[in-house]
């Protein structure tokens, strides 16, 4: 059996038997079985903190009113409904608001029945450790043999919460990578998938608030680094998510800041992300990584941005790895042109056209699933200057030999 039949096989057994996994804010049917009489109370117990709002269902398919309530209240991360009279229930509804960075969100459904015993109607942990059971099932039905089906292997490690192990399968497996697409499919019931920076929650499932907030969070660390040069803007697929979309691209999950200096000025690439990491830390925000010529700013939530350095040498030309050295004019860019994305002003290079075709090449309108940065450090050897800290490899440069991002 091949992979994609495998997954074709467990995506089957996923549909038709555990189409609540995982659960977001979809509304959650839970069907009473009428078999354990009267309901005299019910309780949904989370796992973790969640707002939730749990309807019940009378046997004409009717919602049950507040009125018929006695008493509601939540002790823990448990709500309690008491009803006024016990009565016989069809089932209940849950629906809840997804917290942007949860994997998935857990509780338990029971109900009091006339004999004074709490009867477990559903639990989604449990659903999920079934379909990892049949999951398992395949893998022996298989042999077990992990490097012929790794497919099956990422997918339990995947459904128990463990990104990184499913992560180390994927990046340790030819075909799999192969397959992004197919497997993305999957992920995407998770609010996640395979990008060029690894498993996330990728635009595409961000709300429009979501990402206004982070654009707004972005356009203050704009402002601070405005203060120690006039050439910021925005960069990379920041820059073609508006040309392109209008948006955010789907598959990316950060917002890329530019900011370069005379090479005049700041001789290194060192110095100049030491000067903009003090002023951001003098104006609240923690560079969390240092990276070969850009820094992770947190935003003081689960987000980050990447702020990247470059040096305008004495030629007016420039670059931002991990595009080539000097593969940009500096009057293609700065200074930058104010423009809005979702409502939010920011910076964007002066020419974006230009700056677009020289990043990422002349059919840069139309999305190119085999595109690659250069990611050659070497080019900028000279300019590196004396690092004392450690140099963090992004996960570009790390697989760079076997995987494209997406333009």
């Not at 117990?45 to 509601?72: C, M, Q, T, W, Y």
């Not at 990422?154 to 075909?175: H, K, P, W």
């Not at 003090?278 to 609240?284: C, I, K, P, V, Y």
Request: overall charge negative; glycine content about 6%; hydrophobic content about 40%.
């Amino acid at each position: 059996m091949t992979l994609i039949e495998r997954l074709a096989r467990i995506e089957e057994i996923w549909s038709g038997r555990f189409p609540n996994v995982p659960w977001y804010n979809a509304p959650y049917g839970v069907v009473i079985p009428t078999s354990i009489g009267e309901v005299h109370a019910v309780r949904l117990i989370a796992v973790e903190p969640i707002s939730a709002d749990l309807k019940l269902i009378r046997l004409d398919g009717s919602h049950l009113p507040f009125e018929k309530f006695a008493n509601i209240k939540v002790v823990g991360f448990t709500l309690h409904l008491t009803l006024a009279a016990p009565a016989l229930l069809a089932g209940a509804i849950v629906v809840c608001g997804n917290p942007a960075e949860r994997f998935h969100q857990d509780f338990v459904i029971e109900v009091l029945t006339s004999d004074q015993k709490w009867n477990r109607i559903v639990d989604t942990v449990e659903e999920r450790v079934q379909l990892v059971q049949e999951i398992a099932i395949q893998i022996e039905q298989h042999g077990g043999k992990k490097d012929d089906i790794h497919d099956l292997y990422f997918l339990c490690a995947f459904l128990l919460g463990d990104f990184s192990g499913a992560q180390r399968i994927y990046d340790s497996n030819v075909e799999l990578k192969q397959n992004r697409g197919r497997l993305n499919q999957i992920l995407h019931r998770f609010h996640r998938e395979i990008t060029a920076h690894g498993i996330k929650r990728s635009f595409r499932f961000w709300s429009k608030a979501e990402k206004i907030s982070y654009l707004q969070d972005a356009q203050k660390v704009v402002k601070i680094l405005q203060t120690i040069s006039p050439n910021v803007s925005v960069g990379f697929g920041t820059v073609l998510g508006h040309e392109r979309e209008q948006d955010l691209i789907n598959h990316d999950d950060d917002i890329d800041v530019l900011i370069a200096f005379p090479a005049s000025d700041v001789v290194s690439i060192t110095e100049a992300l030491k000067i903009c990491k003090d002023h951001l830390a003098a104006g609240g925000y923690v560079c969390s990584r240092r990276f070969f010529s850009h820094h992770w700013v947190k935003l003081g939530n689960s987000r980050t941005l990447d702020v990247f350095v470059g040096l305008i040498e004495q030629d007016g030309n420039l670059g931002f790895y991990p595009s080539a050295r000097r593969s940009l004019i500096s009057e293609m860019v700065f200074p930058s042109a104010e423009k809005q994305l979702l409502g939010v002003d920011l910076p964007f290079p002066r020419d974006v056209e230009r700056y677009l075709e020289v990043v990422y090449g002349r059919e840069w309108r139309s999305p190119d699933v085999s595109f690659m940065h250069p990611w050659d450090r070497t080019q900028y050897d000279d300019l590196l200057g004396t690092v004392s800290e450690k140099i963090t490899s992004t996960r570009g440069e790390l697989i760079k030999p076997e995987m494209a991002a997406p333009s």
